[in-house]
């Protein structure tokens, strides 16, 4: 029988086992055999002094390129801190990080023996240093409640009275894996005029829920034991007036502090039943800023008009830029629908898309100050909400058009125009063939209007209308005998991406711009004037009268004086 290699590499490796166990006194009872899972194991025992440690070696389906594994042979058993949980395989000094194929497994054996030297017998600790740095994701995965407690937060909370109890409202949010977590923090600090904020906290949105702070008078340290103990421990600090109140909560938070160190406790009570359940406090890493700009955008005032799939993605790459300021502005309702490229998701199905994204920006930076508001600019309300979107702009730094909506364009091209407004708008072709991005700062480019009838020029030049399948949902309909084809998520992602660049680049001196040139047509098929994914026409605008300073609209100069003026020229 022919073997193939990797046979022929299991048989070197039983018969250098063999050869060791018949050779090394600290080996007993060995045997090879097939585990449940079709994979050949190696079980043995080490001898170390007067004890005994059942073990299996594991060859896992891809070795030789991965190496083979040691667990105990009780599946209950913890041996070493260096052990993935009990009856966990042990990290050994031959691991997936640094195996090679010249290495044996009588390797990966001698390297069990010598961890379970260096661990004492009836303990778990050794002084064998791990080959992986205690990182704190690693220390938080066998914690399943977290507090999580920023600088600031500690700070608020530790300025408060010793011997005094302060209201919290905290966000608990739960997630489900392999395990249950729960994780808690600070929201807010106190109530009405002397509510404070944590800049560092989770912001106001979210699952909020009651809480209260006690500074514990004298406690100079957190007791030292089980946490079992320590829970009902540190329950009892609390003044009897206190436990009382708490007692009338079937579920509240309540935190502790000594002013150097806080512990959050979970107090429940069923009928004359408490539990309490206490969470691991931790710091999170002190935040870094990541952006190039820093903190350029932080004061800057963005309108977006749309917040469907174009728009809830440019919202959410300006938050995350940075962009402090924001005004939403959509009339319509999410639908499941539209969860295929939308920033939003199920839970916000049902609601209105700029309140729900609104609540999606805040998650995402809940110091930022968002606005929403379901105003329509394309129904027979629009002219009563001219006005309203005159001071909406006005106090913006930059407008943005996701619609794809000929009559909102214009009359947010108006707008921006009459109050010296920057104007940044982004179309998704039908099918996700491409895109356009296209601004128009004062000063520097046409206005609006006359910009796009420079891009419909060029357009025109070349022969073609822009596919622009709004009405069909982005999609454009192939030949008979094919389905509809349309943009997909990642399609609007590319576009969204771009015109939250070319966003930030008006609000950017020049010399800061990434995006030379004012519009572009980015493709991402074929098809339209695209030859290739990527191909892109910049285009830059030809000579324009400017903006009119100081232009002002019919109502500003006064309606009353038209009258006048035309009553005058009647009666002559």
């Known amino acids: 029988m022919d073997l193939t290699l990797g046979e022929e590499r299991l048989i070197r490796e039983c018969e250098g086992l063999h050869y060791l166990s018949t050779n090394s006194e600290w080996l007993r009872d060995t045997q090879f055999r097939q585990n449940s899972d079709g994979l050949l194991t190696w079980s043995f025992t080490v001898v170390i002094e007067d004890r005994e440690i059942p073990l299996k070696l594991v060859f896992p389906a891809l070795f030789p390129d991965l190496p083979p594994f040691v667990i105990p042979t009780d599946d209950t058993v913890r041996l070493s801190q260096h052990q993935y949980g009990a009856g966990g395989e042990l990290c050994l000094q031959y691991r997936p990080d640094n195996w090679h194929p010249d290495c044996r497994s009588t390797d990966v054996v001698r390297s069990a023996k010598a961890l379970l030297e260096a661990t004492p017998k009836n303990e778990i600790l050794s002084n064998v240093a791990s080959a992986h740095p205690s990182d704190l994701p690693t220390l938080l995965s066998g914690c399943s409640r977290r507090f999580m407690l920023p ?217 930022a100050h968002v606005g929403a508001l379901g105003m329509s600019l394309t129904s027979q309300s629009t002219i009563q909400n001219i006005a309203k979107l005159g001071e909406i702009i006005s106090s913006c730094d930059l407008v943005i058009d996701t619609t794809a909506d000929s009559g909102v364009f214009r009359m947010a091209a108006a707008i921006c125009t009459q109050k010296s407004k920057p104007l940044v708008w982004g179309r998704v072709y039908a099918g996700g063939i491409g895109g356009l991005i296209a601004r128009s700062i004062p000063s520097e480019d046409p206005p609006p209007m006359a910009a796009a009838s420079q891009l419909q020029a060029w357009c025109d030049e070349k022969g073609e209308t822009p596919p622009e399948g709004r009405a069909q949902n982005y999609g454009v309909q192939g030949d008979d005998e094919e389905e509809p084809l349309f943009a997909s998520d990642g399609d609007v992602g590319v576009i969204a991406s771009r015109l939250a660049r070319h966003a930030l680049d008006a609000l950017s001196t020049a010399e800061m711009r990434i995006h030379p040139e004012p519009a572009y047509y980015i493709g991402l098929r074929k098809g339209w004037i695209f030859n290739h994914p990527f191909d892109t026409y910049p285009v830059i605008y030809g000579p324009h009268d400017g903006w009119v300073n100081g232009r002002s609209s019919c109502v500003d100069q006064g309606v009353d004086r038209v009258v006048a003026h035309l009553v005058t020229k009647h009666d002559a």
């Open 151 to 367: 600088l600031e937060s500690a700070r608020l909370l530790r300025l408060r009275l010793a011997g005094q109890a302060t209201d919290l409202r905290m966000s608990l949010e739960r997630r489900i894996g392999a395990v249950e977590v729960l994780v808690a923090r600070v929201a807010t600090i106190g109530r009405d005029t002397q509510t404070h904020i944590p800049d560092d906290g989770p912001g106001v949105v979210g699952n909020l829920v009651s809480g209260v702070l006690y500074r514990l008078p004298g406690i100079r340290e957190i007791p030292d034991i089980e946490p079992e103990q320590l829970g009902e421990r540190l329950y009892q600090y609390l003044p009897p007036r206190l436990r009382r109140w708490i007692a009338q909560k079937s579920d509240i938070l309540v935190v502790l502090s000594n002013g150097k160190q806080e512990i959050l406790l979970r107090v429940l009570h069923q009928g004359s039943e408490r539990r309490i359940d206490l969470f691991d406090t931790f710091e999170p890493p002190k935040a870094k800023e990541r952006r190039i700009q820093g903190q350029t955008f932080r004061k800057s005032s963005v309108c977006i008009i749309g917040a469907g799939s174009l728009g809830s993605k440019v919202a959410a790459s300006l938050v995350r830029e940075g962009v402090g300021q924001f005004m939403l502005l959509d009339n319509d309702v999410l639908w499941s629908d539209n969860l295929v490229r939308n920033e939003l998701d199920e839970l916000d199905v049902g609601h209105h898309k700029a309140a729900s994204l609104q609540h999606r920006l805040l998650r995402i930076m809940p110091m």
